[in-house]
């Protein structure tokens, strides 16, 4: 690492956990022992600096990602407080995608947490080195070592405690450094003591754990192991170079533990960060691609500059894109590059960001995290380069939606105003969809879950002052033919005073036995009794009477029909009154029919733990999903299903409840099956 270089000093690191299990007084107590704030604020109180959202404020949770910056020991760190809730992973996702590092936070009590397992997979998916930070040690059942062994059972990397507890639950006061081997107190205040020696009580106990730290750590590392087995021990320096290497490399975990609440434990979590997590010099270079071919940028304020927006926020003010500088430098009144779309913007103000406070900078080089003001158009996911170093940057995964509602404006005089608010809403967050229903005129908002989509729906009402009524999307029905008639004759015949209408048909509509295929027309008259311009005409008429149906005016589809038989009259007969007689003919003819109520459906895939498949495949069942097999994969059951769209509403919740958030699942269309009787009546 060249530690002359001014990025050797920049961590850029995001907060990452279960909801509720501190990462947000993590963050905040960070800040508070940085010196960027002088009030250590409190989720209960709403006075946090990184949850300064409303609803943030009144849920007590996480929803959008806050980036803040800080500075601690000559370094200075980028900060990113993620979402936990499950909701909201693609705004972990997005912010994973230009981390350096991670603190990953765990509950003393509860340990590994579903949601901690989702989020250390994504981390795992992008290469993010993390250390643990086993909170609330304060809290009644606080277990440091039973948390440590839940990582290892639940997340599988080699966790590494460098801190031996000094009491426990209520009578925690400290920690002892394995390392430093001192012993660290915070007062009640929670102000930190002069390192002192291990006390008598814990001398032998610490020793023990050093000694199963140096056999760990040597057994893992190359280097280590050499020392170890010379010497027999591991001298500081190379236990703390080699828990580095593993930390970079993925193979360990380093873990610290205190109570962010009562401030115990932050400042060495700050060393510890600066210890082990990689500077922007310490990562790979960046990888692009342009005309089809691979090119590295190096982090280099000297380079072209290459840099990804991950964020942005669309206020009533401007639009303020975040940024990470992977090789360049960016100044104020830069005309950049938007290598996704090919179009050039002009960068207005840099500001470093403290969530939802801003200072001016002049420029920000490789390795920043910062937000511009001025571009109109780039998107997150959008990859900024200089004019004449075009690169496109891979930009981060967006999931799937899989809840969705119809929503309306409850004033007509409004539904403009929605619509650009909604489209303010998805260009802020990719995994929320808007898309109008051509069948049945709903405007629909899909996203992650419920409360993604009661959050969304609340932005309308209190950022945009909107009414709006929000309701399950109806189900597009199709109709089709179960048994069909043949031989069924229709006339029209029309006289009224002037030219007059005549068309005789003969038609035969008979089932296709798949709904896919749509409708099938063919004519079997001989000795030109229908001329052939009258054939078109009646086929056109059919594909009228198609779009609504005799059971509930849904398009009709699935079924042949044939034109059989028919006459003409001199002088009445026309192509309007042929293409008359196939509509209506056809219209009886589907009422003399037996017609079938088809409802869409889809294939879902469901991932759950193996103690969960009976009360899922229940739940399934109760919503008429057809279940098509069961398979393990990794010690989790996926669980193949055929269900009704309309059962799928709530479904995402319904599944997290029953599998404490570990089940996901995934769904695609495939079409249509008959619906139930009910459903006939409707």
């Given at each position: 690492m060249r530690t002359t270089d001014p990025l050797a000093v920049v961590r850029n690191l995001g907060i990452l956990a279960h909801v509720d299990a501190g990462k947000t007084t993590v963050t905040e107590r960070i800040l508070y022992a940085?010196?960027?704030?002088?009030?250590?604020?409190e989720v209960h109180d709403g006075t946090t600096v990184t949850d300064f959202d409303p609803q943030e404020r009144d849920r007590g949770i996480t929803i959008f990602s806050a980036a803040v910056s800080c500075s601690w020991n000559g370094h200075r760190i980028n900060l990113i407080d993620t979402p936990g809730h499950v909701d909201f992973a693609d705004e972990v996702e997005r912010s994973l995608r230009v981390l350096d590092g991670a603190v990953a936070v765990f509950d003393a009590v509860a340990g590994v947490e579903p949601q901690s397992e989702s989020v250390w997979r994504q981390a795992d998916r992008h290469g993010?080195?993390?250390?643990?930070?086993?909170?609330?040690?304060?809290?009644?059942?606080?277990?440091?070592?039973?948390a440590v062994a839940s990582i290892r059972d639940r997340l599988h990397p080699v966790p590494l405690a460098v801190q031996l507890p000094v009491g426990a639950e209520d009578t925690f006061t400290g920690v002892v450094d394995l390392l430093g081997m001192r012993t660290l107190i915070w007062t009640d205040d929670g102000e930190a003591r002069d390192p002192?020696?291990?006390?008598?009580?814990?001398?032998?106990?610490?020793?023990?754990?050093?000694?199963?730290?140096?056999?760990?750590?040597?057994?893992?590392?190359?280097?280590?192991?050499?020392?170890?087995?010379?010497?027999?021990?591991?001298?500081?320096?190379?236990?703390?170079?080699?828990?580095r290497d593993l930390t970079a490399r993925g193979e360990a975990v380093v873990v610290l533990c205190g109570s962010a609440y009562r401030n115990r434990g932050v400042e060495p979590l700050l060393d510890a960060v600066l210890a082990y997590l990689p500077s922007p010099l310490d990562v790979p270079a960046v990888r692009g691609t342009y005309d089809g071919t691979e090119q590295e940028r190096a982090a280099d304020p000297e380079a072209p500059l290459a840099a990804l927006a991950f964020k942005v926020n669309a206020t009533a003010t401007g639009r303020l894109t975040y940024l990470r500088v992977y090789s360049g430098t960016v100044e104020q009144g830069d005309t950049v590059r938007?290598?996704?779309?090919?179009?050039?913007?002009?960068?207005?103000?840099?500001l470093r960001v403290r969530a939802d406070r801003h200072a001016r900078l002049d420029r920000a080089v490789a390795g920043d995290i910062v937000a511009v003001v001025g571009l109109k158009s780039a998107r997150a996911g959008a990859t900024l380069c200089a004019p004449d170093a075009p690169l496109?940057?891979?930009?981060?995964?967006?999931?799937?939606?899989?809840?969705?509602?119809?929503?309306?404006a409850l004033r007509s005089t409004d539904t403009g105003r929605l619509a650009q608010a909604l489209a303010r809403l998805a260009e802020e967050d990719?995994?929320?969809?808007?898309?109008?229903?051509?069948?049945?005129?709903?405007?629909?908002?899909?996203?992650?879950?419920e409360l993604h989509l009661e959050v969304a729906v609340e932005r309308l009402r209190s950022d945009h002052g909107l009414g709006v009524a929000v309701g399950r999307p109806r189900v597009s029905h199709r109709e089709t033919v179960g048994r069909g008639v043949s031989g069924f004759v229709y006339r029209h015949v029309k006289q009224d005073g002037g030219a007059g209408q005549f068309a005789h048909v003969v038609l035969d509509v008979e089932p296709l036995g798949d709904p896919e295929r749509g409708f099938e027309f063919r004519s079997t008259v001989i000795g030109g009794r229908v001329p052939q311009e009258y054939v078109r005409a009646v086929e056109a008429g059919c594909r009228d009477a198609l779009t609504e149906g005799p059971l509930g005016g849904h398009p009709v589809t699935g079924l042949r029909i044939t034109l059989t038989d028919g006459s003409t009259h001199v002088k009445d007969s026309s192509d309007t009154a042929f293409r008359t007689a196939g509509r209506l003919g056809l219209r009886d003819a589907l009422r003399a029919c037996a017609t079938v109520l088809l409802e869409p459906v889809a294939e879902v895939t469901v991932t759950v733990p193996q103690d969960a498949v009976?009360?899922?495949?229940?739940?399934?069942?109760?919503?008429r999903g057809r279940v098509g097999g069961s398979v393990t994969r990794a010690g989790a059951a996926v669980v193949t299903a055929t269900v009704p769209l309309a059962e799928l509403f709530g479904y995402a919740t319904r599944l997290r409840s029953r599998t404490q958030g570990r089940g996901t699942f995934t769904s695609r269309p495939t079409g249509y099956a008959p619906a139930p009787a009910p459903a006939t009546a409707r």
């Open positions: 940085t010196g960027t704030t002088h009030k250590r604020g993010v080195p993390r250390i643990a930070f086993v909170n609330k040690m304060d809290r009644a059942g606080a277990d440091l070592d039973a002192e020696p291990v006390p008598d009580a814990l001398r032998e106990e610490a020793q023990r754990r050093r000694r199963l730290l140096e056999e760990a750590v040597a057994e893992l590392h190359p280097a280590a192991l050499e020392e170890f087995c010379d010497t027999g021990v591991l001298g500081t320096g190379t236990l703390t170079a080699a828990l938007d290598a996704t779309t090919g179009r050039t913007e002009r960068v207005g103000r840099i496109v940057l891979e930009p981060p995964g967006v999931a799937e939606p899989v809840v969705s509602v119809a929503v309306e990719p995994s929320l969809v808007v898309r109008a229903d051509a069948e049945t005129g709903q405007t629909v908002l899909s996203g992650m879950g009976g009360s899922v495949l229940g739940d399934l069942a109760a919503r």
